[in-house]
T-cell receptor, first 113, second 111 residues
Framework: NAGVTQTPKFRVLKTGQSMTLLCAQD?????MYWYRQDPGMGLRLIHY???????AKGEVPDGYNVSRLKKQNFLLGLESAAPSQTSVYFC????????????FGSGTRLTVV | KNEVEQSPQNLTAQEGEFITINCSYS?????LHWLQQHPGGGIVSLFM???GKKKHGRLIATINIQEKHSSLHITASHPRDSAVYIC?????????????FGTGTLLAVQP
């Protein structure tokens, strides 16, 4: 089925470990986003990309890096995980322009101990 | 003050009731989204609207741009409607389609 696929779905990390979250979309969307969702807060934008080879910081970028080497993939990296990065991470994609919707992935639940 | 505020934060209803969830925003927007998230699940886009009203099945979304307010209505509610409903706005001038999210309304529909 067409859509946004996130891997892994669950992960437990020890403080200081690194990992990469993968987001893949097959809708040929230009724009891709990484959000984190924490209790009592709305989703917050970590990083985003408006096209292959381009990335930009969002609202809460510290501690994360991203890459968009291929149009269909957007990777989120944690170089040295901290307990404050325990969260649910969502990837989303959209096309440019108004009047067009978002498609979200199913989320990655990350726990840093 | 949050730029997007939803009310109520929590809502419990009996099956069959008519439900209204409200969203107010303080920024100029080009579009407003209503999203649904089931417990432990992903996020699904229900509506995107920039004016007027949209209907899909038992769900109706309205927006009043002048009043900076939107409502999501569920008619003949059912336990499977139990979820978190999230309002998000694409602020005017957000050329990259970035959204600002509300904190969500947790709806529980009891049989």
């Amino acid at each position: 089925n067409a859509g946004v696929t996130q891997t892994p779905k669950f992960r437990v990390l020890k403080t200081g470990q690194s990992m990469t979250l993968l987001c893949a979309q097959d809708m040929n969307h230009e724009y891709m986003y990484w959000y984190r969702q924490d209790p009592g807060m709305g989703l917050r934008l970590i990083h985003y990309s408006v096209g292959e080879g381009t990335t930009a910081k969002g609202e809460v970028p510290d501690g994360y890096n991203v890459s968009r080497l291929k149009k269909q993939n957007f990777l989120l990296g944690l170089e040295s995980a901290a307990p404050s990065q325990t969260s649910v991470y969502f990837c989303a994609s959209s096309r440019p322009g108004q009047g067009l919707g978002y498609t979200f992935g199913s989320g990655t639940r990350l726990t840093v101990v | 003050k949050n730029e997007v505020e939803q009310s109520p934060q929590n809502l419990t209803a009996q099956e069959g009731e008519f439900i209204t969830i409200n969203c107010s925003y303080s920024v100029g927007i080009s579009a407003l989204h209503w999203l649904q998230q089931h417990p432990g699940g992903g996020i699904v886009s229900l509506f995107m609207l920039s004016s007027g009203k949209k209907k899909h099945g038992r769900l109706i979304a309205t927006i009043n741009i002048q009043e900076k307010h939107s409502s999501l209505h569920i008619t003949a509610s059912h336990p499977r409607d139990s979820a978190v409903y999230i309002c998000a706005v694409r602020w005017y001038g957000g050329a990259t389609n970035k959204l600002i999210f509300g904190t969500g309304t947790l709806l529980a529909v009891q049989p």
